[in-house]
C-alpha cells in the first residue's frame, strides 16, 4: 500500500508513525549495541585464554626461577634461611602487585558498547535539531 503524502494524514496517523519510527530506531540501537558486545566478547574470550596458557607457562618459570635463587642463596646462609627469606620477599611483592592491581581495577570505568552509545548520542542530537 503506497504512504499518503504528510499533508493528507491525520495527526493521530503522523504520531503514530513517529512512535512506529521511534520503536524501531530503538529497536536498532538495541540489536547493535548486542552484536558490538557480542564480538568484543569472543575477541575478550580469546585473548583471555591465551593470556592464560602465557601465565602459567610464566608461573612455572617463575617458580624454577625462584627454585634457583634459594639454592644460590643456600651457598651463603642456611637453606630453611634462604628459603625464608626468598619468601618473605615473594610475598611483599605478591602483596604490593595486589595493591597495585586493586587501585586500577577501581578507577576502571566499566565496559560500555562506544559505537552504539555514539550511535544513540547522534540520533538524539538529530532528533532534537528537528523540533
Do not use: C, N
Not at 82 to 102: D, Q, T, Y
Amino acid at each position: 500500500m503506497a504512504e499518503r503524502a504528510v499533508q493528507d494524514r491525520s495527526f493521530a496517523e503522523l504520531v503514530q508513525d513517529m512512535s512506529d519510527q521511534i520503536r524501531r530506531l530503538v529497536r536498532d540501537e538495541m540489536r547493535l549495541a548486542t552484536d558490538e558486545l557480542r564480538r568484543k566478547g569472543k575477541r575478550a574470550g580469546r585473548g583471555a585464554g591465551l593470556a592464560g596458557f602465557a601465565a602459567i607457562m610464566a608461573l612455572y618459570g617463575g617458580l624454577t626461577l625462584v627454585a634457583a635463587a634459594v639454592i644460590a642463596l643456600a651457598l651463603a646462609v642456611p637453606a630453611w634461611l634462604s628459603a625464608l627469606l626468598i619468601g618473605v620477599g615473594l610475598l611483599l611483592v605478591g602483596g604490593l602487585a595486589a595493591l597495585l592491581g586493586r587501585r586500577s581495577l577501581r578507577a576502571a570505568a566499566p565496559p560500555l558498547p562506544q559505537e552504539a552509545v555514539a550511535g544513540m548520542a547522534k540520533d538524539v542530537r538529530a532528533v532534537r535539531h528537528h523540533e
